[in-house]
């Protein structure tokens, strides 16, 4: 599996996902476009991410960081986190323990993998 097999789906203007999934673990490849703003939230899942290319604001538990390429986050449960993208397209790549259940209702691809 390649993620240009995987589809890909519109979840909000100006982001795009692929999801793969087993039993208790969810890997997200996100694309969003410059200065697309994901409000601060929180959720019971342990999250991992990271930056595969661009340069990212994130806010945790309040404060911020500037992350890019190669940086890599660990959101425990119930940590607030949200994320605002600087000047360019940035792709993330998000790990979930256990999977998101809310994120598996039935999508439509909005095009076909890269």
């Known amino acids: 599996m390649t993620w240009t097999s995987i589809p890909v ?3 909000a203007d100006g982001i795009e996902r692929q999801m793969v999934h087993g039993e208790r673990l969810m890997v997200c490849r996100l694309r969003l476009a ?9 959720h019971p899942h342990a999250q991992f ?15 911020d960081r500037i992350v890019s390429a190669g940086d890599v986050l ?3 449960s119930n940590l607030p986190h949200g994320a605002t993208m600087l000047d360019e397209e940035v792709v993330l ?3 979930f323990s256990p999977i998101r259940e809310d994120f598996l209702i039935p999508e439509v691809p909005c095009h076909a993998p890269d």
């Open 93 to 95: 790549v998000d790990i």
């Open 34 to 42: 410059p200065h697309v703003v994901t409000p601060v939230h929180s």
């Open 49 to 63: 991410t990271i930056v595969e290319r661009g340069r990212v604001r994130f806010t945790v538990d309040g404060a």
């Open 74 to 76: 660990h959101f425990p």
């Open 9 to 11: 789906t519109r979840v």
